[in-house]
């Protein structure tokens, strides 16, 4: 039997780029909702149209954070699922530097995305309420835009395919 | 199942429902997912189009 050779050619970096994406998104969501929504119970989903003032519309508000919790778990579990697929593709690049990055720049894709769409366009909710709301939301983009300077400085480097290709069929003698 | 029943607010629960599920719930499903949308796009493009990688 042969021995498998080493790959030598740089790795497309599509697959796990792609994965590290949407795992920083579902693990930025997850940070977004237990620090800001939970912890801090700042950024309930609803709060700019329904401010939790009484414990019907804190409750209804907590509905509304749990599907967003929901979207964010279908979102890391698929991203879970590309990871896989990625790591067993023998073309795809395969780099922990490469995934940090991809998942800093999906945590602050997903600020971006999410702070441009519900805090200023829908203004369904802020980071935080009060006069001072829209530096807090001016803030949060802010961070979302460094975390994918960051990451994209981190995944901006060579990397290689995991290192092994497929064997090649044995040579009859 | 005592726990549930009793609950911190048992009393809400109908106004909590009749809240959730009034004519902006689906609306409110959209726009609660738009943003993941958008990020499943941005991860599909990043799937196909290939940085830096050779062909």
Redesign the interface.
Known sequence: MKRATKAT???????L??AG??LG?GLGGFVDGIVFHQILQWHN??SNV?PPLD???A??NM??DG??HA??W??TA?GVA?LFRAGGRLDA?WSGRLLIG?MLS?WG??NV??GV??HHL?R?HHVRGGADAFAWDLAFLGLGAALILAGSALS?V??RAPGWSRPSAPSVA | MAVFAIG??PE?RA??LE??FDAHFWP??A??????V???G???L?????????P
């Open positions: 050619r740089d790795g497309r970096r599509g697959p780029l792609a994406f949407l998104v989903m609803l329904l414990l019907v519309s409750k209804v509905v509304w599907l967003f979207f964010t279908i979102t698929v590309l690049a991809a999906g894709a997903f995305i999410e769409i519900d829908l369904i901006s060579p990397v | 911190a607010c809400c106004a909590v809240s959730v409110r499903v726009t609660a997912a738009l943003p993941f958008v990020v499943f941005v991860a599909w990043l799937a196909r189009v290939d940085l830096g990688g050779s």
